[in-house]
């Protein structure tokens, strides 16, 4: 399994952006995707996660900013992020667990500055 994430770049805050992961594979995916992320200098937090029947979970600092959602004919979980922070700045991961497994995405840097 293969997770490939994109769509991180700069934005100025106040601003949004849009996070995709695709996960490739000969497999089902049906297992939780969900998004952490990593600042420089600081351990990899957890964001958001959604599983294949749709419950999903946030951070508290994202609450009400952030939104999850997938794709399970595409294989794709999604990370829609308005209101973007400075503190919002660092690599986000995106990852999928399948059974014991848990599967990571290479990262796609956000930097959230004027």
């Known amino acids: 399994v293969q997770l490939q994430a994109s769509g991180g770049g700069l934005v100025q805050p106040g601003g949004s952006l849009r996070l995709s992961c695709a996960a490739s594979?000969?497999?089902?995916?049906?297992?939780?995707m969900g998004w952490y992320r990593q600042a420089p200098g600081k351990q990899r937090d957890f964001v958001a996660v959604?599983?294949?029947?749709?419950?999903?979970s946030y951070q508290d600092s994202v609450k009400g900013r952030f939104t999850i959602s997938r794709d399970n004919a595409k294989n794709t979980v999604y990370l829609q992020m308005n209101s973007l922070k400075p503190e919002d700045t660092a690599v986000y991961y995106c990852?999928?667990?399948?059974?014991?497994?848990?599967?990571w995405g290479q990262g796609t840097l956000v930097t959230v500055s004027s």
């Open positions: 990852d999928l667990i399948l059974g014991p497994r848990t599967y």
């Open positions: 594979g000969s497999i089902s995916v049906n297992g939780p």
């Open positions: 959604i599983t294949s029947g749709g419950r999903i």
